[in-house]
């Protein structure tokens, strides 16, 4: 196998050779991909678990110490669905002699403390107080509409739930150019995976795994990506927290298997060329 390099001129890291000049279809993740609509939601999520952890257990742990084991596992679970982070955090409470809700009562608990911080972004870019391309990560609907011009299939596939998926990608004017579908988290949550969306992709169109390509910046969708044997593009983008959580994110996407790594889509032109150039 060759040596991993960065494309000459660009930021583009070639981490592993694949098949070129086959993609057909191409899914993208959201939040930290296309979106910046929700960027540190990890600084609303984090204090809001600590807080239920010191309360409502008998743990004699330091909201620090509890604070170190919410950001781990909330980090390792991003990009599931939000579910999947509250019934984890339903396993912290019972692990310290907690009677735990509903993870969907956390979950409802947790979009009504990260909207007003949605809202309020919304809201700027509907009075034209920042742009569209203010809460997009770079150059990224740019990707979309060199994709399309080259007869590609997009898909958009989310573990934030799809109304606000669908809600903010329009308003971002992502929307349009996702001819494929726009997928996002459900409460009845076994009903959506985004390794469920990428295989009915595969059957629908009997594909082979290089003519996929699966873009996002969090481990689930990579490793989904390189279990069917697609191409697999990591964005390393840079989100705002307070905890620091996005710090190795590039060694995550490196570990789930990522073939190709960006910073963002400045490149993009170069990526294409890459990708299509067999």
């Known amino acids: 196998m060759a040596k991993s390099h960065t494309l000459e001129n660009t930021s583009i890291e070639i981490i592993h050779e694949i098949e070129r000049g086959n993609v057909q279809h191409a899914l993208f993740d959201f939040d930290g991909t296309i979106s910046l609509v929700r960027d540190g939601w990890q600084s609303v999520m984090v204090p809001m678990m600590v807080d239920i952890l010191l309360n409502e257990t008998g743990t004699d742990e330091t909201p620090e110490q509890l604070e170190g084991v919410v950001v781990e596992f909330v980090d390792n679970l991003t990009g599931k669905q939000t579910i999947y982070q509250m019934m984890q955090l339903c396993e912290e409470i019972e692990k310290r002699g907690g009677v735990p809700k509903q993870p969907l009562d956390y979950k409802d608990l947790y979009n009504s403390l990260l909207l007003p911080t949605v809202d309020e972004r919304i809201a700027k870019l509907e009075s034209g107080e920042i742009e569209a391309a203010d809460l997009r990560v770079p150059m990224s609907l740019e990707f979309l509409q060199s994709l399309q011009k080259r007869g590609v299939k997009r898909y958009l596939a989310s573990g934030t739930d799809v109304e606000f998926v669908r809600h ?83 060694g995550r996407l490196l570990h789930a298997g990522a073939d190709i790594l960006i910073p963002d889509f400045r490149d993009g032109n170069r990526l294409l060329t890459y990708l299509f150039d067999s």
């Open 168 to 250: 903010e990608a329009g308003l971002l004017g992502a929307a349009s150019y996702f001819d494929g579908g726009i997928f996002g988290a459900l409460r009845e949550y076994q009903s959506f995976s985004k390794a469920m969306v990428i295989q009915q992709i595969l059957d629908d169109f009997n594909l082979t795994g290089s003519e996929l390509l699966v873009v996002g910046d969090g481990s689930v969708e990579i490793e989904n990506a390189k279990a069917v044997g697609a191409i697999a593009v990591g964005v390393n983008s840079a989100e705002n927290n307070r905890y620091q959580m996005n710090a190795d994110k590039r």
